[in-house]
Nanobody, 114 residues
Framework: VQLQASGGGLVQAGGSLRLSCAVS????????MAWYRQAPGNQRELVAA???????NYAGSVKDRFTISRDFTKTTISLQMDSLRPEDTAVYYC?????????WGKGTLVTVSS
């Protein structure tokens, strides 16, 4: 399983960005998928997750501002980020969970200026 995240960049507070993660390889073994982020000096944290059946869950700090989605072919997941705040600044990673373990893509940097 290979994951490639894109869509990061610089945005002003209150703005929006949409991250995408292209999935390739043995996609049939993937169960849940998720977005994580890691800010400088902080541990990596879960931002949003989507199960194979479509159920989603969000970190409290992003609920009602971020939306995770997955296309029907399950080859792309997206993270729509609205009302961005400076504290959302981080490197964002997409991940895929399988019975054999988790896969990670290289991160994409999101910087929110105040």
């Amino acid at each position: 399983v290979q994951l490639q995240a894109s869509g990061g960049g610089l945005v002003q507070a209150g703005g929006s960005l949409r991250l995408s993660c292209a999935v390739s390889g043995a996609i049939f073994i993937i169960n849940d998928m998720a977005w994580y982020r890691q800010a400088p000096g902080n541990q990596r944290e879960l931002v949003a997750a989507i199960a194979s059946g479509g159920k989603t869950n969000y970190a409290g700090s992003v609920k009602d501002r971020f939306t995770i989605s997955r296309d029907f072919t399950k080859t792309t997941i997206s993270l729509q980020m609205d009302s961005l705040r400076p504290e959302d600044t981080a490197v964002y990673y997409c991940s895929a969970s399988t019975r054999g373990g988790d896969y990670w893509g290289k991160g994409t940097l999101v910087t929110v200026s105040s």
